[in-house]
């Protein structure tokens, strides 16, 4: 009886509560290139794209759903944390771009000299020889 | 009755003088045949010895290096070697297109290689190793990242080991003082190289401690990473040097990930492999690392990458450069030229593969063991013994073909060619033979083998030419044997 009456409390608040987890995951209020959250036990704050540490921050308490503002060229995250603008390592932080990422690709055949770009072994053109 | 004087030591020597300036041919043809097995198999020791110990011509070092790569090549490269240890490796690297997508030129501050390593660590590698020499003392207040960095991986409990240098041109200290002062394990990167090509490694290296070199002799990098990670399977006491088996099957990851004009192996069949090891090496070798390679970028950019979460976490990952101009890079015997970082993970792989048994340069029999030159003169002992007894059997069979002329002088000749063929390919399966014998028992490597396979081949060239039996009739001439006395020998 009393599970009974507890259910729909349980299934109204999971209703409500969806939402607002997802929003947060996506971040779907900010437009463009966004900061979802804090990857890594601790998050390092920098003055500069290659610049000097200012402080690290825990985890949890790294704000989420942040705006990028700017896109270094070694991919440092320019976010405002409490007000000030500091730039964060990406692989800190769970991250969203609005465009597709540049692909990484290698020339690792040694004899070559043609490097292309393209995504992390995907979408690279394929040669005879495959194992 | 003959005078004393002719009887005096001085006389005697006098005629041996004499007889060694000009022998009586007839004498000495006839004394050849007299050649004992004892003499035959010394001689032939004296030989195998000399030229393994004095390596003329440089003959012996290229036969065995030249052997190793054949075999890397055809053999054990595509067929023999398990991809056990690669599945465990990973190597990351800085390169040219690192630098130049990230526009972060070379030299990096101590506070990005930090964050490289950070971003190697939210991986979760087994452990990491830094192939980079932090050695300049260049102002950069970022060495305290670094220095913090190094206490992160401590506290996530991943070991992580740096390199010292040695033989530095002014003295500097191995490492920079900021760094060693952290206690963290510091290694030595030599590595050896024979002609640009890097068929061997090390067993011991420098030692290092926080202010520095230290006296002693610890393990070299890749043995000092496998005693640590690999507990389970303690390496065996390694001596002098680990014969290095590279791979040739190229990581499926460096495969897909090659985007550049030219395929990392090209397709052939195993005959045509054949043909190129031999005659086209260049076409046989590969272009790409053996080991799964990453570049440094992705792991900058945070990439969340399948390929990266599948050879990253729990892998001893190398944390290197492959940069143009370094002077750190060198030749494998089935690669092209390679970042030296390659290397280290190829001995590595090697410790893994083998459950800490790589090939050495070295033979153990009955706990004892032999270094690469004895190794190869106890190897070939068996194979001159039985060829002696060969020989000897067969100057006797020759010797009572010629007193009874039973046959035809066209019978004899095609008796002796004949046994001439047979005698080459028993050399050859002896040496096969005793060397897969030894191979599986003590640890004889591969290119110990093909040494004494290749002299094995000279020994018989010998014995044809019948170079003992000729040395002996001339030693016995000099010293004054008959022809016409009878010796145990010959009526065997």
Same mark, same amino acid.
């Given at each position: 009886?009393?599970?009974?009456?507890?259910?729909?409390?349980?299934?109204?608040?999971?209703?409500?509560?969806?939402?607002?987890?997802?929003?947060?995951?996506?971040?779907?209020?900010?437009?463009?290139?966004?900061?979802?959250?804090?990857?890594?036990?601790?998050?390092?704050?920098?003055?500069?794209?290659?610049?000097?540490?200012?402080?690290?921050?825990?985890?949890?308490?790294?704000?989420?759903?942040?705006?990028?503002?700017?896109?270094?060229?070694?991919?440092?995250?320019?976010?405002?944390?409490?007000?000030?603008?500091?730039?964060?390592?990406?692989?800190?932080?769970?991250?969203?771009?609005?465009?597709?990422?540049?692909?990484?690709?290698?020339?690792?055949?040694?004899?070559?000299?043609?490097?292309?770009?393209?995504?992390?072994?995907?979408?690279?053109?394929?040669?005879?020889?495959?194992? | 009755?003959?005078?004393?004087?002719?009887?005096?030591?001085?006389?005697?020597?006098?005629?041996?003088?004499?007889?060694?300036?000009?022998?009586?041919?007839?004498?000495?043809?006839?004394?050849?045949?007299?050649?004992?097995?004892?003499?035959?198999?010394?001689?032939?020791?004296?030989?195998?010895?000399?030229?393994?110990?004095?390596?003329?011509?440089?003959? $012996?070092?290229?036969?065995?290096?030249?052997?190793?790569?054949?075999?890397?090549?055809?053999?054990?490269?595509?067929?023999?070697?398990?991809?056990?240890?690669?599945?465990?490796?990973?190597?990351?690297?800085?390169?040219?297109?690192?630098?130049?997508?990230?526009?972060?030129?070379?030299?990096?501050?101590?506070?990005?290689?930090?964050?490289?390593?950070?971003?190697?660590?939210?991986?979760?590698?087994?452990?990491?190793?830094?192939?980079?020499?932090?050695?300049?003392?260049?102002?950069?207040? $970022?060495?305290?990242?670094?220095?913090?960095?190094?206490?992160?991986?401590?506290?996530?409990?991943?070991?992580?080991?740096?390199? %010292?240098?040695?033989?530095?041109?002014?003295?500097?200290?191995?490492?920079?003082?900021? +760094?060693?002062?952290?206690?963290?394990?510091?290694?030595?990167?030599? +590595?050896?190289?024979?002609?640009?090509?890097?068929?061997?490694?090390?067993?011991?290296?420098?030692?290092?401690?926080?202010? %520095?070199?230290?006296?002693?002799?610890?393990?070299?990098?890749?043995?000092?990473?496998?005693?640590?990670?690999?507990?389970?399977?303690?390496?065996?006491?390694?001596?002098?040097?680990?014969?290095?088996?590279?791979?040739?099957?190229?990581?499926?990851?460096?495969?897909?990930?090659?985007?550049?004009?030219?395929?990392?192996?090209?397709?052939?069949?195993?005959?045509?492999?054949?043909?190129?090891?031999?005659?086209?090496?260049?076409?046989?070798?590969?272009?790409?690392?053996?080991?799964?390679?990453?570049?440094?970028?992705?792991?900058?950019?945070?990439?969340?990458?399948?390929?990266?979460?599948?050879?990253?976490?729990?892998?001893?990952?190398?944390?290197?450069?492959?940069?143009? %101009?370094?002077?750190?890079?060198?030749?494998?015997?089935?690669? %092209?030229?390679?970042?030296?970082?390659?290397?280290?993970?190829?001995?590595?792989?090697?410790?893994?593969?083998?459950?800490?048994?790589?090939?050495?340069?070295?033979?153990?029999?009955?706990?004892?063991?032999?270094?690469?030159?004895?190794?190869?003169?106890?190897?070939?002992?068996?194979?001159?013994?039985?060829? $002696?007894?060969?020989?000897?059997?067969?100057?006797?069979?020759?010797?009572?073909?010629?007193?009874?002329?039973?046959?035809?002088?066209?019978?004899?000749?095609?008796?002796?060619?004949?046994?001439?063929?047979?005698?080459?390919?028993?050399?050859?399966?002896?040496?096969?033979?005793?060397?897969?014998?030894?191979?599986?028992?003590?640890?004889?490597?591969?290119?110990?083998?093909?040494?004494?396979?290749?002299?094995?081949?000279?020994?018989?060239?010998?014995?044809?030419?019948?170079?003992?039996?000729?040395?002996?009739?001339?030693?016995?001439?000099?010293?004054?044997?008959?022809?016409?006395?009878?010796?145990?020998?010959?009526? $065997?």
């Amino acid at each position: 009886m009393r599970r009974r009456f507890m259910l729909p409390i349980i299934a109204a608040a999971a209703i409500y509560a969806v939402p607002a987890l997802a929003s947060s995951e996506d971040c779907s209020s900010i437009a463009g290139d966004a900061v979802l959250s804090a990857r890594t036990p601790q998050v390092d704050l920098y003055d500069a794209p290659n610049g000097k540490r200012i402080k690290s921050v825990d985890q949890d308490k790294f704000p989420t759903c942040l705006a990028v503002t700017q896109r270094a060229p070694n991919m440092m995250l320019q976010v405002t944390v409490d007000g000030a603008p500091v730039w964060v390592p990406p692989h800190m932080v769970n991250y969203r771009l609005a465009g597709k990422k540049p692909a990484i690709c290698r020339n690792l055949a040694m004899g070559g000299n043609d490097t292309k770009v393209g995504a992390l072994g995907e979408d690279c053109p394929q040669k005879a020889g495959t194992p | 009755m003959t005078s004393p004087a002719l009887n005096s030591p001085l006389a005697s020597v006098t005629r041996s003088w004499e007889r060694a300036r000009r022998p009586n041919r007839d004498h000495v043809e006839k004394l050849k045949s007299r050649v004992p097995y004892w003499f035959v198999a010394l001689f032939l020791f004296a030989f195998s010895v000399l030229q393994i110990e004095l390596n003329p011509f440089g003959f $012996s070092d290229l036969t065995q290096r030249y052997t190793q790569d054949i075999s890397d090549l055809l053999i054990t490269g595509p067929f023999l070697y398990p991809t056990t240890g690669r599945e465990q490796i990973s190597v990351a690297v800085i390169d040219e297109q690192t630098l130049h997508g990230l526009q972060m030129p070379w030299p990096w501050n101590y506070g990005a290689h930090a964050r490289a390593l950070d971003a190697i660590r939210a991986f979760k590698p087994k452990a990491v190793v830094v192939d980079f020499l932090f050695v300049d003392m260049r102002a950069d207040e $970022s060495i305290a990242e670094l220095v913090d960095e190094i206490a992160r991986y401590r506290k996530a409990g991943i070991p992580i080991y740096f390199e %010292g240098g040695n033989d530095l041109p002014f003295g500097e200290a191995p490492i920079r003082p900021e +760094i060693a002062r952290t206690g963290v394990p510091i290694l030595d990167p030599t +590595i050896e190289v024979y002609d640009g090509v890097v068929r061997q490694y090390p067993t011991t290296g420098y030692c290092y401690g926080t202010n %520095g070199l230290v006296a002693g002799q610890c393990p070299s990098l890749a043995l000092r990473l496998y005693k640590d990670l690999y507990k389970d399977h303690p390496p065996a006491p390694l001596h002098d040097k680990i014969e290095l088996v590279w791979g040739t099957r190229t990581a499926r990851f460096n495969v897909k990930f090659n985007s550049g004009p030219l395929p990392c192996n090209d397709d052939a069949t195993f005959l045509v492999r054949i043909y190129r090891a031999f005659f086209d090496k260049q076409s046989a070798v590969g272009r790409c690392p053996y080991n799964n390679e990453i570049p440094v970028e992705a792991l900058m950019v945070g990439d969340n990458d399948r390929d990266l979460n599948a050879l990253l976490p729990g892998h001893v990952v190398f944390y290197g450069g492959a940069l143009q %101009g370094a002077q750190d890079k060198s030749f494998s015997p089935v690669n %092209g030229e390679q970042p030296n970082v390659f290397v280290h993970a190829m001995a590595l792989d090697n410790l893994i593969t083998y459950g800490g048994r790589p090939q050495q340069n070295v033979m153990t029999l009955a706990g004892y063991t032999f270094s690469n030159n004895s190794a190869q003169a106890i190897a070939i002992l068996p194979i001159i013994l039985i060829l $002696s007894y060969m020989h000897r059997r067969r100057v006797r069979a020759r010797e009572r073909r010629v007193d009874r002329s039973e046959h035809g002088a066209l019978y004899d000749w095609f008796m002796d060619k004949g046994i001439e063929n047979l005698w080459h390919w028993l050399a050859f399966l002896l040496a096969i033979g005793i060397g897969l014998l030894l191979a599986s028992w003590a640890g004889l490597s591969v290119a110990n083998w093909a040494q004494d396979v290749f002299l094995s081949v000279e020994l018989v060239a010998m014995l044809l030419v019948g170079a003992p039996d000729s040395f002996w009739g001339y030693l016995h001439h000099v010293a004054g044997g008959n022809p016409g006395d009878t010796f145990p020998e010959a009526t $065997s």
